[in-house]
């Protein structure tokens, strides 16, 4: 499978590896985190079990972290990893980071149900908003999607299948993003009031970014995987453009990261600033323009 890029690209190859990083050492210190949360957790049943799973699900995150940092190593630095080779390791990447994203299943339940025990069931609009629908829509439509295309990761078939059901997993990848993010922005509001963004314009323009930002790179996304669905080699697709959206997608991390250095908790610690500081998973993308920025410099055919 020809990637259409130049084997010479050392920023690229840098990129990719430091990204890898990024993303092993955050998630194996957040799963760290979660183990001895758990070994020394008096919760209550529900709390305790979708804990539970998203430890099981950061363990499969931190093992596949570690395949890609190896991958790429070797495959784009050591040159001891045959083609094939490199397309299984991915698969098992594919594989593993979807058993990650299956294990918020049971928040999406708990959050959906507002489950108070195992007996009690209630509707709480601000656990359906804040962890309900982000959760069960993450857990089943990424899953979904990273096993086609983990079928379609196959030798002995035509890389139209695998561009094509790349193309839309990047999507749905950014969807489940702005979908995780606005809704928390929209519970910090509930539960802060519209003075919490009206009264404070670094909190609106956060806001902003996140509920309105995302949203339009998630449309553009859309918008270019539609374009380029008939692809059938990655000599073809347009790397330029793909830079351009996965480093607006680090850009908005690091923002928000930004932003929260130089003026901290702006209106006061909240539900925002908990979730995006304290329970966010992806705050390793925000290394994602040192992919994306070599990107956009690459010189490839067009359709």
Same mark, same amino acid.
């Given at each position: ?13 840098? @990129? ?48 596949? @972290? ?126 802060? @009031? ?48 793909? @830079? ?60």
């Amino acid at each position: 499978m020809d990637t259409g890029i130049n084997s010479n690209n050392l920023p690229l190859k840098i @990129g990719l590896l430091l990204v890898a990083l990024t993303w092993f050492f955050f998630t194996f210190g957040e799963f760290t985190q979660a183990v001895l949360y758990n070994a020394s957790s008096q919760s209550g049943f529900w709390l305790l079990f979708t804990e539970t799973a998203g430890v099981i699900g950061l363990a499969f995150r931190t093992t596949v @972290g570690f395949v890609a940092i190896i991958t790429i190593l070797l495959y784009f630095f050591k040159r001891d990893l045959s083609r094939p080779e490199a397309i299984m390791s991915l698969r098992w990447i594919l594989l593993g980071e979807a058993i990650y994203w299956l294990s918020f299943l049971p928040s999406g339940v708990w959050g959906m149900l507002s489950i108070t025990s195992i007996s009690s069931v209630s509707f709480n609009l601000g656990w359906l908003i804040e962890m309900g629908i982000p959760c069960m829509v993450g857990s089943i439509l990424i899953p979904m999607v990273l096993i086609k295309l983990f079928l379609e990761l196959n030798p002995r078939k035509t890389a139209r299948g695998a561009i094509k059901w790349g193309l839309i997993s990047g999507t749905t990848y950014i969807f489940v993003l702005w979908l995780n993010n606005a809704s928390n922005w929209i519970y910090a509001v509930m539960v802060k @009031g519209t003075g919490y963004i009206s009264n404070y314009p670094l909190n609106l323009l956060s806001f902003i970014l996140t509920t309105i930002g995302l949203l339009l790179l998630t449309l553009y996304s859309a918008y270019f995987s539609k374009k380029s669905l008939g692809i059938n080699n990655l000599r073809k697709l347009d790397f330029k453009r793909v @830079g351009a959206i996965i480093t607006a997608l680090g850009l908005y991390f690091v923002a928000i990261y930004i932003m929260w250095i130089f003026f901290g908790s702006v209106g006061g610690w909240g539900a925002w600033y908990q979730w995006f500081l304290g329970h966010n998973m992806d705050l390793w993308i925000l290394s994602l323009p040192l992919v994306g920025v070599p990107l956009l410099f690459i010189e490839n055919d067009r359709p």
